[in-house]
């Protein structure tokens, strides 16, 4: 392992990442030394995507990815990696919110005074959320609702069935009337989906 | 004559098989067939009192298992294939050994047991069943995954095994075979140690012998370009050619035919001649699905035969036992050990599958066909046990197959009826899903990965690849990508030198004409969508009559009853629009390995339609940013109107910011998305002549780009029709083009220069 943590010392401020993401550094009971891999592997895919080697992406660079230009929200999680602002993604907040797809920890022991793992349900779901919620006000509005499932739904579908789908989508979340979608409102929706298995990613274990 | 008539009849059966899918679905094709196998043989049997037609292990292994072995290699997902060829080799080399010895031995345990009363066998020859007893058949393991989609790892990890481990199997099995003839006092260390040598040699001389023939036909693909009419017939040759080079020099065929598949796939494909392609992979398809049946429906007729049964219960039972039972724990314990090293670690669902998935077919037949009756006497009772474990898996297990891996499925998802809300998000989460992953680039970009690229890009392409082959690769978009990037400097400079509204202004519009460029396969999906520029300088209003009509239907309607009636209608409406009309998440569309249909994507137009709202909705908000317009404040409002305002309507400040500043890049960004998006807009053509302008080899409709291309590009990320890439840079200052310089050579000096001045 010693080349690996040659190459672990490499990348600026990796303890601290490493601490505040999970992906941890000692081995754990039952397998061998798997995560700094995917630090490492994740910063090769950094330095891929960073074509210009400037030490940080931008949404050019996310650009780049043709894949991505298939999915319909594609451009709305290219926005999720750049801090409303800022239009740079350096390689700490690039592994901070992939680090969100890690799989849910399960047998992790409950601090109780230490904060939620970046990837608790919680914290997964919060990421969906702001995707929805374009103006950060904590509240899915029709409007964003309505662009969200434009984005979603092919172009046969005309407006006013739009309109019926998200009038009935709000209905059944909203539960205190007031015509848009709160965090907890939207939590509560999606009690039965099994968001562990459905955001996340095997290989950020 | 009886041949053919035979043969004719089982043809004829087969569609009305196929016609009856009910029937397909529970029982798999190759169950079916060996049935059909079955009665044919009963009714050849009834005619002649003898079973006139057999399998013999020739006509098996030179007629009929090459090409299908052929066919799986041309079309194996290589990067899958590489990247999971570590744990694909364990099983294949592990598994298959343990196989083989746990299988024998025990055997030969309850032998000596006397369990199986009086047999005229020894160690050595339960030891040699073992060996060709323990293989996964390739021919089965595709047979059956066909109607079992199962995840791509698992499938590859399955497949991939039965391919490898043919390299083991003839190995063990000529050891054996050659143990047994020697006898049992003359072994000693020294035929072991040359038992593992031939192993080593067998094994990666057929491997290598494999690549030089992929090589040889990459080689002879690049040369034929006089000659397209026949290069499909090359691959065909070539291929069988290394099949019986390396049988002649006893080493593995099965592994040089799959080198042979692997290694040339993406050569041949750039280098032969679009219509070629397709050629070859109809061709491959109808040979390989035609021997499979055929060898299915053998392995039924063989069995309506009264001299070769012998009937020994402890044997035959025991075998069944000892095959399925090692199998599981050879699995899991070989996966307990790789999931050690593995990145993405091989669930115990997948492990279940791919110990029940370890299906015995027609080379365990065809190896025990071969066998020496003199040196084996109970040759007869080992064709029988092979034949009976060959119908357990592939029927049995076969039919349960799919069950199996449904009941295991729906115990991790629920199927609860879901809101609309729920069925929404599940959506959102698969394609934010697919998108972190393709952020996360799945293969991954390891030193190992991009040197090896970097060193087939500059050496191994340079020898085996046309040179416009090569060229029009990744050349074609990195070199778009800096001239476009020159032509964006310039149209903004441009620009803002007649004042930033010269832009916005302009009475022109831009004319977003799919139509032109990707043919009139999409006229349907895809209307002519234009955006009116003139509309957000003027703000113009336009309501679509619906949306008054709507405004007028009373929120209080005395009639309860009508409108909860209103109320279920629109509510089974708004499910059954989101289940017929969200989009698909690329998760869906990733590879189902089918015998019959090798389309990648199926949902094409899908795929299309996303793309091109993605690049518009890329193009109007860097505009809007750009120029200082922000087109989505003023249309908020009027989102109830035709489609073609819908992408302006998308992105509220947040993402404006998005394009802002980087100016020269986004810029290329969407300009180098506009390019395959065809637009055509009159601000960025020149004022050119007309005559010029139709002179221009890239406005024409010719073939200057290689014809392969779309093979080429089988993969998502260039729709498959795109038969040419119009280059819509359309330059000022001179009249070189990329294309120019591709039709002619000399030319390529001034594109040198304009790429040196990058």
Redesign the interface.
Known sequence: MGSTNSTLLKIPNVEVLMQETGLKLVAEEN??N?SP??I???H??F???DKEGRGHL???D??????????????????AF?S??K?TVDFHTFVKI?AH?RPVDKDRPKEPNSPEPINSRSNKLKF?FQ?YD???DGKISR?EL????????????T???L???AD??IQ??DLDRDDTISFEEFRK??E????D???S????? | SKLSSVFSLSLSLYPVIELNHHVISVVPESGLLIILGFILGGIVWGADKAQTFKLLPPTFFYYLLPQIILDASYFMPNKLFFSNLGSILIYAIFGTCWNAATVGLSLWGCYEAGVMGNLDIGLLQFLLFGSLIAAVDPVAVIAVFEEVHVNEVLFILVFGESLLNDGVTVVLYNVFDAFVALGGPRIDAEEIFKGIFSFVVVAFGGSFLGVVFAVLLSLLTRCTKHIQIIEAGFVFVVGYLAYLTADMLSLSAILSVTFCGICCQKYVNANMDEKSVTTVRHAMKVLANGSETMIFVFLGITAIDTEIWVWNTGFILLTLLFVFIYRIIGVFLLTWML???R???IEVIDQVVMSYGGLRGAVAYGLAAMLDKDKIPEKNLIISTTLIVVYFTVILQGITMKPLVQWLKVK???H?D?????K???????????????????I????WT?GWNRFEENYISWLLMKPKARKNRDYLFSIFHKLNLEDAVNYVSEGERQGSLAFIRSDEVANVDFKKQFGSEFTD?MPDIMVDMSNYELGIENF?V??IV?DTIPSVSLDIHGKDRKNVA??I??HH??QQ???R??KNHRHKFSRSHFSINQSED??Q???Q???R??LESFKSAKMGVNPAKKI?KH???D?TH?MA??H????D??????EV??L??FLS?LIEAGIENPVFLPAMDSPTHSSLPWLMETDAVAPSQRAQWRL???PNRLRRLAPMRVSTCSTDSFLMADLEEHEEKPQTDHEEEM
């Open positions: 397998c061998l798997v891999a995917h490492i592997r994740l090769d895919r330095k891929a995507l931008c949404p050019h996310f650009g780049a990815i043709k894949e991505l230009a298939m999915n319909p929200i594609g451009d709305r999680i290219i926005g750049f409303p602002g239009e992939l797809f969906a995707l374009q103006d950060k409007d309505l662009q969200v499932l434009r984005a979603m739904l092919g172009m046969q579908v407006d006013e069935q309109e019926s789908i009935r989508t059944e979340a929706s999606l039965k989906i099994n968001i298995h459905k955001m990613i095997r290989f950020l274990r | 999931n050690k090293f990145l993405v670690p991790r998802a629920a609860a879901l809101k609309l809300i729920e929404l998000n599940n959506r959102a989460f698969d394609h934010i899903l697919s998108a972190v992953e393709d952020i996360c680039g799945r991954g970009d390891n030193w991009r999906v679509s619906t949306s709507k629109d509510d409406n708004a629009l989101l009309h969200l989009y998440s690329r899908e795929v339609e996303i793309f709202r993605t690049m909705s890329r908020t989102h109830k109107k489609l819908k309507n998308g509220p400040d947040g993402t910011h998005l394009y802002g500043d980087e890049e986004g290329s960004m998305c998502l990320w260039t």
